[in-house]
């Protein structure tokens, strides 16, 4: 089972990223619009038990950073669990992680368009989110390294923005223990659906793997850079949560529609809340930035593999990007923004997800000793932790993704048939 996915013949991108840009590029993923909106929601699954489903999301993240780092330094290409699935465990499950990605992630690419488009113009939010997806489809066609650049210096905005909401909560003098005391009544379901729901803004780290064919040294480089980058993002995360609970408390935190920007208002800092919603719309905009990237490289794997077209398969000459995938993701996602409803295609998004992960725990449990595997603990209870999240999500939600990957199974199935005739 040695060896990478890709032919040696076919043309490769460059390796431009070294340990910070790895790092910033996995921040950018998961410090983006989740703190904003993804603790509302929890709090509505799980009440007064929101803090043990982040702790929860947190473990099960950390399996599955931990595998996805060991295989990203063993199989150093580009598309993630896509290539892992095939060298361990074989071409389906390789293919149907590839899928679960592609189409859960083009689901979210949607998402945060909308989501910058919602902030910035709210009575033109398609308009300004497909006028974003053609700028950022722009950037990156010209080079990863600007992507990075860019992504850089969303991240540091972002944390500021946070840090602010956080000194503001705490210092205006309506925080309360009482919020953060977990009821006898949270019940274990309400947990787990919060942790399902907050592990949707935990899961960018992967996109750290998926650019692993342009990353410098990717054996160590990212090994190193997943749990750097999970690590603050699980600090910056438990400040906030903790931070809006004392505020709001967790019935007012499930019902609002902008946690961060209510809790700094209800905190007496009024003057914060339109800078709380700037830095909504940016953080969305650096995930959407980070989303394409890994969308588009798992599109460039699987079209060298030819379970998608494979004039995706082009690397451009000059740039070193996959142009034509960037291209094709980003026309796709520009289709949806003007013309889609997503509520549905979110919850289908966050089930993609875990069928994701748990294919790379999976992978991960089959590494020799010599080859980097992780202590068996950690795969084992990342994979367990996956389906338990994925089963605890909406009912509409998990038979939608049910749906889907169904789908994607008959095309793999057909496409195997014809081949043989």
Known sequence: ?????????????????????????????????????????????????????????????????????????????????????????????????????????????????????????????????????????????????????LTRTIVAVVLLVLAAVVVASVAGGQARAAGLDISLDTGVRGVLQAAGLLFFAFAGYARIATLGEEVRDPVRTIPRAIPVALGITLVVYAAVAVSVLAVLGPRRLGETTAPLAEAVGVAGVPALVPVVQAGAAIAALGSLLALILGVSRTTLAMARDRYLPPVLAAVHPRFKVPHRAELAVGAVVAVLVLAGDLRGAIGFSSVGVLVYYAIANASAWTLPPGEGRPPRAVPVLGLAGCVALAFSLPPDAVLSGGAVLAAGAILYGTRRLLSRR
């Open 1 to 149: 089972m040695a060896g990478t996915s890709a032919d040696p013949g076919l043309p490769r991108l460059e390796r431009r990223l070294g340990l910070a840009d790895a790092v910033v590029i996995g921040l950018g993923s998961m410090i983006g619009a989740g703190v904003f909106s993804a603790l509302a929601p929890a709090a509505a699954a799980a009440g007064s038990g929101l803090l043990p489903g982040l702790g929860l999301a947190a473990v099960v993240a950390y399996c599955n950073a931990t595998s996805s780092a060991r295989l990203a330094a063993r199989y150093p290409d580009s598309g993630g669990t896509y290539v892992y699935g095939r060298m361990r465990l074989g071409p389906f499950w390789g293919y149907l992680a590839g899928w679960s990605f592609v189409v859960g992630k083009l689901a979210s690419c949607a998402a945060m368009a909308l989501t910058v488009g919602a902030y910035v113009w709210p009575g033109h939010q398609r308009e300004v989110a497909a006028a974003t997806v053609v700028a950022l489809t722009a950037l990156n066609y010209t080079g990863v390294r600007k992507a990075a650049w």
